[in-house]
């Protein structure tokens, strides 16, 4: 695998030297003009670094701009908008006339038949991706694959993806469960604070791989996309013809003919190749609806819980309640005979005490009444 900075071929020059510099000293002395207008910006022009894969596995560094990307693939500039790193778009795979755009996760590339082209970038899954697809390509000499070059590019573009997710997953779970089981032991505001942010990260993370199980099902349902992707074989058959045959295809699948077709066994091995991915990344959508499920019922569990707590405080506060009541009977009677008034009752020494004693048995056998009758009514058993 060889790479160069800057490493041009011949038709990624289209004008010559001194047409160059003359351009050159033009835009300077517009640059110049419009020096004094800070929020004027010419767009469209700025190049990028770019890392070329052709079909032996030889990497080449490139400094393209977006108009030449979109005439040397045919593609809009809304394609090459799903490409930059610094805008969020949620996982696509679009089927184009000459290319395919892949946006998965980080790695987000443009393959046509003959190359990959993919921003530079130190991201360890481009630098995977770069690294993985170059030692297959170089290997795939000594190997027997009949699949054609954009399918060999694509198929490590999931295949990294679904893996990438899966390991998060794992992580996810790794680092959620014995929160919830910590949460479901001891209930506290640090546990509950850690399982709302752990909360936050499976819902995001549940809407990415969700959204890449989207976009492989929308591809397995539409033969006409599937056809699309086909960019080796309409470069050898030439477009018209091609086009007739997917036509042909796609009449045929709708109107239920099982009439087969090299172009249909085509549309077949690329759906095979999605369903494998399908079936991965669908298992790991699977993992984090279980782990939403576990949270689910440890909420559940802590609802429960609390609930119980609250009755048991309910109880008490209804148990001091009467107690409180029967108690302000007592002082109350205790209150009355503490008066300074004159009555016959005071001229026996113990009358007092006696009264005592029988206001504490009265008040004494109220509240054991109380008692009863929550026993009776079920308010809390006894």
């Not at 490590?156 to 997953?169: F, G, Q, R, W, Y």
């Not at 009755?311 to 209804?318: D, S």
Request: glycine share 4%.
């Amino acid at each position: 695998m060889e790479e160069s900075q800057g490493d041009f071929l011949p038709s990624d020059v289209p004008e010559s030297t001194s047409s160059n510099n003359c351009e050159r000293n033009t835009s300077s002395a517009h640059s110049n003009r419009w020096s004094g207008f800070p929020g004027v910006k010419k767009r469209g022009h700025s190049s990028r670094s770019w890392i070329k894969i052709d079909q032996d596995g030889n990497v080449k560094i490139l400094e393209l701009d977006k108009a030449k990307i979109m005439r040397q693939c045919s593609l809009p500039s809304r394609d090459l908008r799903l490409l930059d790193p610094l805008f969020i778009y949620p996982s696509t795979i679009l089927g184009r006339e000459k290319a395919i755009v892949v946006s998965l996760e980080q790695i987000r590339c443009i393959i046509t038949a003959e190359e990959v082209i993919l921003m530079n970038s130190l991201d360890i899954n481009v630098v995977q991706y770069k690294s993985e697809l170059c030692k297959r390509l170089q290997a795939k000499k000594d190997q027997s694959d009949d699949l054609p070059f954009e399918f060999r590019a694509l198929e490590l573009a999931l295949e990294l993806t679904c893996m990438s997710l899966d390991v998060k997953v794992k992580e996810l779970e790794m680092e959620i469960y014995p929160v919830l089981d910590e949460l479901a032991s001891s209930i506290n505001t640090l546990n509950l604070e850690r399982v709302r942010r752990l909360k936050g990260h499976l819902l995001t993370l549940t809407q990415r791989v969700q959204k890449v199980r989207d976009e492989l099902e929308h591809l397995m349902d539409d033969d006409g996309d599937m056809a699309e992707m086909y960019l080796t074989e309409k470069k050898l058959s030439g477009a018209p013809r091609l086009q007739r045959a997917f036509s042909s295809i796609v009449t045929a699948s709708k109107q239920g003919s099982l009439t087969s077709s090299h172009g249909g066994d085509n549309i077949e091995q690329l759906e095979m190749l999605l369903e494998a991915y399908f079936v991965v990344i669908d298992h790991t959508l699977s993992k984090l609806l279980s782990l939403k499920e576990y949270i689910d019922d440890t909420e559940d569990l802590i609802n429960i819980k609390l609930g119980n707590v609250q009755n048991h405080l309910i109880q008490f506060e209804l148990l001091l309640t009467a107690a409180t009541f029967v108690a302000t009977l007592f002082a109350a009677v205790a209150g009355v005979f503490g008066m300074n008034f004159a009555a016959s009752i005071f001229d026996y020494p113990s009358a007092f005490s006696w009264v005592l004693i029988i206001t504490g048995a009265g008040c004494g056998l109220l509240y054991f009444s109380f008692l009863l009758y929550f026993k009776y009514k079920k308010i809390f058993p006894l």
